[in-house]
C-alpha cells in the first residue's frame, strides 16, 4: 500500500542505476537514533542534549542532521564528495546537515515542505502550527511561540538554504504536493542565490517551476503527481548529481 501511495522508490531507492552511475550508498535510519513518536522522542531528546536548557533543547530533526553529520566526518576520509539526500521530513534533515557540516558537499532535498526549503510566510500547505500539532518533537520547544503567527519568525527557510553556499542543493518537488508548497521552495530558492552570488556561483536560474537545469548550483526539479519518491525522480536525481559530482 505504501508503495502504491507514495511510489515505487518510497522505501528502496533503485541500487543498482545508482551504481552504475559512480555512486557508493549509506542508508541511515534516524529513527532508530531519535524516535519520530512525540512522547519517546522527547525522552530520547532530553537525553541527547542533556547538557542544554530544555527550553531551548533542538529537537528531533536537528537531532537526525548531527547523525548525518557525524557520520559525514567518518566517510569523509574515504570519500571525494558525499552528498546527503532525503525526502519530506529527511529531506528537512538532508538540508540541515549539509548547511552545518563541513563534510557534506551538497544535498538532495525532495519536497522537504515547511521546514526544509518551504518558507513559512505566505504560504498555502502544511503550517508551523500543523507541524508542531502532529509532530510537536520536530523542532524546539521555542517554535511554539511562532505558531500562530509564522511572519513574526526572525529568519525564514531561505537563510537555510543560503547557509549551504555555495555546495550545491537540488529541490525537489511535485505539481499536487500543495502540503509541501513547491511555489514558497521555489521563492526561497531565488532568495538565496544572492548569497550563492557572493561566492561567484549563480545559484538558481530557472524562471519557472518546470525548469529543470540540473547544472545550477540550486537546482529545482518537479513533476507530475503527489507526496512520494516515482521512478521519474531518480533520474533526475543523478542528473544532478552527475553534473556536479561525477568524476570525469
Known sequence: VMTYVFG???????????LQNGYALAVLYPSQFIADKAERAR???????????SSN?????????????????????EFSSIITLGHSRYGKTAL?????????????????????ASLFRGKPGETL????????????????????DPSSLPLDQHYLLAALAPKPVLLGNARRD???????????????????????????TAKQLNEFIPSDPIS???????????????????EFLNAHFRAE
Open 129 to 148: 502550527a500543523d507541524i508542531l500539532g502532529g509532530y510537536p518533537h520536530w523542532f524546539s520547544r521555542a517554535a511554539q511561540s511562532f505558531a500562530e
Open 57 to 77: 533543547r533542538p529537537g528531533a530533526l536537528m537531532a537526525w542532521a548531527a547523525l548525518s553529520a557525524n557520520i559525514a566526518d567518518i566517510m569523509d576520509e
Open 43 to 53: 525522552t530520547d531528546l532530553d537525553s541527547f542534549f542533556s547538557n542544554i536548557d
Open 178 to 204: 500543495v502540503w509541501s508548497d513547491p511555489e514558497g521552495s521555489f521563492r526561497a530558492g531565488q532568495a538565496a542565490s544572492k548569497i550563492y552570488g557572493a561566492f561567484g556561483s549563480k545559484g538558481l
Open 8 to 18: 515505487r522508490y518510497i522505501a528502496t531507492p533503485p541500487l543498482e542505476t545508482i
Open 96 to 116: 540541515l546537515a549539509a548547511a552545518y557540516s563541513d563534510s557534506i558537499d551538497g544535498a538532495v532535498a525532495h519536497q522537504s515542505g515547511t521546514g526544509g
Open 220 to 238: 529545482f526539479w518537479i513533476r507530475p503527481g503527489t507526496h512520494g519518491v516515482t521512478e521519474e525522480d531518480w533520474p533526475a536525481f543523478l
